[in-house]
């Protein structure tokens, strides 16, 4: 096969997000716009003549190359209109190993990696539902908890806001993050967020107690997914159960349309759990590692 390693500036962007929109794997991530977003430099293999794609994400540190998964991706990897051979991503690795010194990337669900030193695989866990069903049905899948943690939800008066601005979650967010993250990290955030709202493919629900945001989540929108990609409450929107009224409503309003609801995650299980209790089942993906650094600097990485 015809194999080729392009710079950004090289790829064709038209046949590239085409190819994205048909593939079996298609998401958000690897769109060649929402690739500019979140990443400062990336590249690709190119296959056959955009027959298969890799988008490769990597930064410079300390004069060495290395890939990275940036944040806000949850999977990348190879993509196609058809069955990915592993061999075939077994060839990419290697083109990457020879290129770059070390590398942390996930793979997306239709891809198998087949472990073999030096490559590192490691099996990770998302959670999705496909909104095929009506929402009475829909519910019914619910468990006995989430049923119970919606039912509490709705006894308030709280409001279902869907034009909450941007600055409003992030502040959310930044108020009652676990993670600490500097200014400059939420300030990418709010830029990531806007460049896809004014792409028509970003939607924030809220719920307000009165005047004030208690729970905000921002859903993501591609061809065939919603991608829930940031989840923020405080901790009154936590004791009225926020984020159960605010997914409720979302499967409410996309129940029958085919979308498939993507948590992004999660291996841990408190928040397994809760994507679970609305009736999302577990799909595998798998990261891939690799360092051609010596042990000491390697320690350092």
Same mark, same amino acid.
């Given at each position: 096969?015809?194999?080729?390693?392009?710079?950004?500036?090289?790829?064709?962007?038209?046949?590239?997000?085409?190819?994205?929109?048909?593939?079996?794997?298609?998401?958000?991530?690897?769109?060649? %716009?929402?690739?500019?977003?979140?990443?400062?430099? %990336?590249? +690709?293999?190119?296959? /056959?003549?955009?027959?298969?794609?890799?988008?490769?994400? %990597?930064?410079?540190?300390?004069?060495?190359?290395?890939?990275?998964?940036?944040?806000?991706?949850?999977?990348?990897?190879?993509?196609?209109? /058809?069955?990915?051979?592993?061999?075939?991503?077994?060839?990419?690795?290697?083109?990457?190993?020879?290129?770059?010194?070390?590398?942390?990337?996930?793979?997306? +669900?239709?891809?198998?990696?087949?472990?073999?030193?030096?490559?590192?695989?490691?099996?990770?866990?998302?959670?999705?539902?496909?909104?095929?069903?009506?929402?009475?049905?829909?519910?019914?899948?619910?468990?006995?908890?989430?049923?119970?943690?919606?039912?509490?939800?709705?006894?308030?008066?709280?409001?279902?806001?869907?034009?909450?601005?941007?600055?409003?979650?992030?502040?959310?967010?930044?108020?009652?993050?676990?993670?600490?993250?500097?200014?400059?990290?939420?300030?990418?955030?709010?830029?990531?967020?806007?460049?896809?709202?004014?792409?028509?493919?970003?939607?924030?629900?809220?719920?307000?107690?009165g005047d004030e945001v208690i729970a905000a989540a921002f859903f993501a929108?591609?061809?065939?997914? +919603?991608?829930?990609?940031?989840?923020?409450?405080?901790?009154?929107?936590? /004791?009225?159960?926020?984020?159960?009224?605010?997914?409720?409503?979302?499967?409410?309003?996309?129940?029958?349309?085919?979308?498939?609801?993507?948590?992004?995650?999660?291996?841990?299980?408190?928040?397994?759990?809760?994507?679970?209790?609305?009736?999302?089942?577990?799909?595998?993906?798998?990261?891939?590692?690799?360092?051609?650094?010596?042990?000491?600097?390697?320690?350092?990485?």
């Amino acid at each position: 096969m015809k194999i080729k390693f392009l710079p950004r500036k090289e790829i064709d962007e038209e046949r590239w997000d085409r190819l994205i929109a048909e593939s079996p794997a298609e998401t958000l991530y690897p769109y060649t %716009w929402y690739l500019d977003a979140v990443s400062e430099k %990336w590249s +690709a293999i190119v296959v /056959e003549d955009y027959r298969f794609v890799m988008p490769v994400v %990597w930064k410079r540190k300390a004069g060495m190359k290395y890939i990275y998964q940036p944040f806000y991706t949850q999977q990348l990897g190879v993509f196609s209109r /058809e069955y990915v051979d592993p061999e075939l991503i077994r060839e990419m690795l290697r083109i990457l190993y020879k290129k770059f010194r070390f590398a942390g990337m996930n793979f997306n +669900a239709k891809n198998l990696v087949g472990e073999k030193k030096p490559f590192l695989v490691d099996d990770k866990s998302n959670y999705v539902i496909k909104l095929d069903w009506k929402y009475e049905r829909q519910h019914k899948v619910f468990s006995t908890n989430t049923k119970r943690n919606v039912r509490k939800s709705q006894e308030y008066d709280d409001l279902v806001d869907h034009k909450v601005p941007v600055q409003e979650l992030v502040r959310l967010k930044r108020e009652n993050d676990v993670i600490k993250r500097s200014e400059e990290d939420y300030r990418g955030l709010v830029k990531l967020f806007e460049t896809i709202q004014d792409r028509g493919a970003g939607k924030i629900y809220a719920v307000r107690k009165g005047d004030e945001v208690i729970a905000a989540a921002f859903f993501a929108f591609s061809k065939t997914r +919603a991608i829930y990609l940031l989840s923020a409450s405080s901790p009154t929107g936590k /004791e009225r159960r926020g984020m159960f009224r605010i997914v409720d409503a979302f499967i409410r309003d996309h129940a029958k349309s085919g979308t498939i609801l993507d948590f992004e995650g999660s291996n841990i299980p408190s928040v397994a759990r809760f994507f679970s209790g609305f009736g999302a089942q577990p799909e595998i993906y798998q990261g891939v590692s690799f360092s051609r650094l010596p042990g000491t600097l390697n320690k350092l990485r």
